[in-house]
């Protein structure tokens, strides 16, 4: 029982993170029409933001809350010089964002020289409860996953802007129409889903440590998980971010069963998490949760 609760718990913070990553994919995605395939490269940036702030010897902490900040305001200024131009052109748009990450990523290989740095916890040690033994900066990453997505969710359905964010995804010429913006909030809609990637980066780098090819391991899981969970609303990647995010260390666990470490390796447990979800996708191809079905 309790190997089954400590289980439970690494899946939870795994798929926390796959949920953080994920969720700034579909705010992209799903309300602009635009696959950014340069997402994974802004869970780097990210990450990188947290490495510089220990280099200039201050608080790791305050790099992770300045991480989604800057990552926000480059995605900002990515939009409104690239992306802006392209929106008649989705599929050029998609190839604008892969171009972009291929430079950012091959400035920080250049800039951290191809190494891999391990980047301490800002709360480290684990906590007792029960008799287990639960990691204090994983139990941290679930908790900032949950405040962050209620925080999108309330900001989507609740506020002013997340509702003309709506309402321009639905019609924009209606929108424009009506004296709404759109312009504007094209670039505050890439600009959250950027800094949801900046704060992926941040918080997850001190589990998997700093290298140019961090984004890159999650980008296809991310693309992935939209699918499952369907195009077109905020909540049914997020879903899908969370299956994926179950999938992976669950189908890692079999290794754990005696017997079973021979067949199952990690490149076979990966394998069969991509047709787990294209099985679930070839009976609902417009996702768990589509725009159809809110």
Not at 16 to 40: R, Y
Not at 123 to 128: E, K, M, T
Not at 165 to 178: D, H, K, Q, T
Request: overall charge positive; charged content about 10%.
């Amino acid at each position: 029982m309790d190997d089954a609760i400590k289980l439970i718990f690494d899946v939870a913070a795994f798929a926390s993170i796959m949920v953080l990553v994920v969720s700034g994919l579909a705010v992209i995605a799903s309300l602009m029409g635009i696959f950014n395939l340069g997402h994974g490269e802004f869970v780097l940036l990210g990450a990188y933001t947290v490495f510089l702030f220990r280099e200039w010897g201050l608080p790791i902490w305050l790099g992770m809350m300045v991480a989604p900040l800057v990552v926000g305001a480059f995605g900002a200024g990515v939009e409104r010089t690239v992306i802006r131009r392209l929106y008649a052109q989705p599929v050029i748009a998609m190839l604008a964002t892969y171009a972009i990450g291929l430079i950012i990523r091959e400035i920080v290989r250049g800039l951290i020289g191809g190494k891999y740095y391990a980047i301490e916890e800002p709360l480290s040690g684990a906590f007792q409860m029960g008799g287990i033994s639960f990691s204090v900066w994983r139990t941290v990453i679930i908790c900032a996953t949950v405040a962050t997505m209620v925080g999108a969710w309330m900001f989507l359905t609740r506020s002013r802007t997340g509702l003309q964010i709506r309402g321009a995804l639905e019609n924009a010429a209606l929108a424009r129409a009506s004296g709404v913006s759109t312009a504007r909030l094209y670039a505050l809609t890439f600009a959250m889903g950027a800094a949801l990637a900046g704060l992926a980066g941040a918080l997850m780098v001190p589990l998997f440590s700093l290298s140019a090819d961090l984004g890159v391991r999650f980008l296809v899981q991310a693309f992935l998980s939209v699918m499952l969970g369907g195009i077109g609303t905020f909540s049914g990647p997020v879903v899908g971010g969370a299956m994926i995010g179950s999938m992976v260390p669950g189908f890692q666990w079999l290794r754990e069963i005696p017997g079973v470490a021979e067949q199952v390796s990690p490149v076979v447990a990966e394998v069969l998490v991509f047709v787990t979800a294209l099985i679930i996708v070839k009976f609902w191809p417009n996702g768990l949760i589509s725009a159809g079905r809110k």
